[in-house]
C-alpha cells in the first residue's frame, strides 16, 4: 500500500500539485515515519519546483488508480504554480514545516474557520476547493473568492493575532493542511528564516488584494500599484488608541482593514461629539493630505483594528502624482467636510451669523 501512495505522490509532484504530493507524503509518514523514500521526496519536491524544466525522473508504474488521478488534473492545474508559499521557503525548512502540518478533512458546506472569530492557524488546500465569504456593512453576506489546491488562507490571524477576516467554507470535500501557531513557534525556534517568509508571502497576497479592490488605487497601474505595495505599513493597534489627534499634524493616510474607529470633533469648550464611525475599508487622513491642514478631528481605535499606513512622502510620490487618485481624495475630503460641517459652526445671537 504505501508503495503505492508514494508513486501517487511522484505523479503529482512531476504534474506541479507540489502540496498534494506533501500531504501524501506526510501520510506515508503517519503510516510509516521511517519510510525512507517519502522522506527523500519531500526532501527533492523543492529543487523539483525551483527548476521546473529539470527532466522527469523514471518512468511511474500506471496503475488504475495512478491514471484516475491522472485523468483529474487539468491541463491548466499542471502548466500553472500551484504553491508560491512554499517555493520560498529552503530546503531543509520545507521538510521541518511538512512534517509539522497536519491534515484535516472537511465536507461540503463546512465552515473551516469562521468570519470574527479568533484565529491560530493557517492552512493549505491539498484537494477540492473553498469559498471565501465575508459579510459587507449592509450585513448581508457575500462570496468573494474561491480558492483551489495549493491556495492557502488564514495566515493573517496566524501572524497578526487578529480575528478571522472572512469566513472560509469547503465547497466540495476538501482536504487541508492546517499549521498552528504553537507549531509555527516551535518550527521558529530551529528554522527562524520561516517567519520572514510567510510575512513576506501575507503582505504580497494583502497589499495586492487591497490595491486591485479599493476604487481609490484602480487609476494606477500596475507597476505603481508595486511600487505602492513597498511603502505602505501594516499594523495592528489595541483598542483605545488614539490615531490622529484634532489640531495636530497628521503624518500619513490609513486604511482600515479590521476592526472599527471613531471619528470625534473637540468643541472650544474641551466637549468631544462623534462624528461617524469608521468600518473595513474607510480612509482617513485625506483631508490634511490634499490641503495641507492639522486634523479637522480626532480618530481613535474603538476595537482592536488592523491598519495600512502611507507616510506623506510615499504620498507625495505614488498619489498626489496622479490626477485619478488626487480627484479621488478631493471628493472624498469635501464629502466629508460638507457632512460635519453643522458641528463646527454655532448659532449667533437671536438668529444673526453663526459663528466658528
Not at 500506471?62 to 500553472?80: N, T
Not at 472560509?168 to 492546517?178: C, M, S
Not at 490641503?291 to 482592536?304: E, R
Request: charged share 25%; net charge negative; with cysteine.
Amino acid at each position: 500500500m504505501l508503495e503505492g501512495y508514494e508513486q501517487l505522490a511522484e505523479l503529482w509532484a512531476r504534474q506541479g500539485l507540489l502540496v498534494r504530493a506533501i500531504a501524501l507524503c506526510k501520510v506515508i509518514l503517519r503510516l510509516d515515519p521511517a519510510h525512507e523514500p517519502a522522506r527523500r521526496l519531500l526532501a527533492e519536491l523543492d529543487a523539483r519546483r525551483v527548476d521546473p524544466s529539470a527532466p522527469p525522473g523514471p518512468a511511474v508504474p500506471r496503475a488504475r488508480f495512478l491514471e484516475a488521478a491522472a485523468e483529474k488534473v487539468s491541463p491548466e492545474a499542471e502548466a500553472v504554480p500551484r504553491a508560491s508559499l512554499l517555493s520560498r521557503v529552503g530546503p531543509r525548512e520545507l521538510l521541518s514545516m511538512m512534517e509539522t502540518l497536519q491534515p484535516r478533512v472537511f465536507q461540503a458546506g463546512e465552515n473551516i474557520v469562521e468570519e470574527g472569530q479568533p484565529g491560530s492557524s493557517m492552512f493549505a488546500i491539498v484537494e477540492g476547493s473553498v469559498e471565501v465569504v465575508r459579510t459587507l456593512k449592509s450585513g448581508r453576506r457575500r462570496t468573494v473568492a474561491f480558492l483551489g489546491e495549493g491556495e492557502f488562507f488564514g495566515e493573517m490571524s496566524l501572524l497578526a493575532s487578529t480575528p478571522r477576516f472572512a469566513t472560509v467554507r469547503a465547497f466540495e470535500r476538501t482536504a487541508v493542511l492546517e499549521l498552528t501557531r504553537e507549531q509555527l513557534e516551535a518550527l521558529l525556534q530551529t528554522h527562524p528564516s520561516v517567519e520572514d517568509v510567510l510575512q513576506g508571502f501575507h503582505r504580497e497576497r494583502l497589499l495586492e488584494d487591497v490595491l486591485r479592490g479599493n476604487p481609490l488605487f484602480r487609476s494606477l497601474g500596475s507597476e505603481q500599484r508595486e511600487a505602492l505595495a513597498r511603502d505602505f505599513q501594516i499594523c495592528t493597534r489595541p483598542a483605545g488608541t488614539l490615531l490622529i489627534e484634532q489640531g495636530r499634524e497628521v503624518d500619513a493616510l490609513y486604511l482600515l482593514l479590521r476592526g472599527r474607529c471613531q471619528v470625534l470633533h473637540r468643541h472650544p469648550d474641551g466637549s468631544q461629539v462623534p462624528l461617524r464611525t469608521l468600518g473595513e475599508g474607510d480612509m482617513f487622513g485625506e483631508i490634511a493630505l490634499m490641503l495641507g491642514l492639522a486634523a479637522t478631528a480626532t480618530v481613535c481605535t474603538d476595537s482592536p483594528c488592523v491598519l495600512l499606513r502611507l507616510d506623506w512622502g510615499s504620498c507625495e510620490r505614488h498619489l498626489l502624482s496622479d490626477p485619478g487618485v488626487c480627484e479621488a481624495l478631493s471628493r472624498l475630503g469635501n464629502e466629508r467636510l460638507l457632512s460635519s460641517a453643522g458641528l463646527y459652526w454655532e448659532p449667533g445671537p437671536r438668529g444673526g451669523t453663526p459663528r466658528a
